[in-house]
């Protein structure tokens, strides 16, 4: 046996250990599940009763998109008064709320919706 057939030997294990790890890479990938990656497109807001509003309600903002956006309320001068998907109105009289929905991607990319109303009782 000379050199050469030393080398050849260590390449054809180096490649029959190559192709065998690529069938294993590709019998994992065949057991995945895709993951989709979508921004907000759309955001939706909800109260306990419905059009009619109170001291005390708290409002629910929802938004499509994966992974789960980040929300931020603000109020009608643009004020952050909450960083969660919920916001509770503190005061009585008329009100503005805006609710964005931002996509934790690389990209930025959010939706937003505003309710306004007028909140009934008296400051807890």
């Given at each position: 046996?000379?050199?050469?057939?030393?080398?050849?030997?260590?390449s054809s294990f180096t490649y029959l250990f190559y192709i065998s790890s690529l069938l294993d890479y590709f019998k994992t990938l065949s057991?995945?599940?895709p993951v989709f990656i979508?921004?907000?497109?759309?955001?939706?807001?909800?109260?306990p009763a419905g059009s009619s509003f109170s001291v005390g309600d708290v409002l629910t903002c929802e938004s499509d998109g994966y992974p789960e956006p980040s929300y931020t309320w603000t109020d009608s001068d643009g004020v952050?008064?909450?960083?969660?998907s919920t916001v509770t109105i503190q005061n009585p009289g008329p009100f503005?709320?805006?609710c964005?929905?931002?996509?934790?991607?690389?990209?930025?990319c959010s939706a937003?919706?505003?309710v306004s109303g007028n909140a009934?009782?008296?400051?807890?």
């Open positions: 046996m000379d050199g050469h057939d030393r080398l050849y030997y260590l057991k995945c599940t979508d921004c907000p497109s759309s955001v939706t807001i909800t109260s952050v008064v909450s960083t969660a503005t709320f805006t964005t929905a931002e996509g934790n991607l690389t990209t930025t937003s919706s505003s009934t009782g008296k400051i807890p």
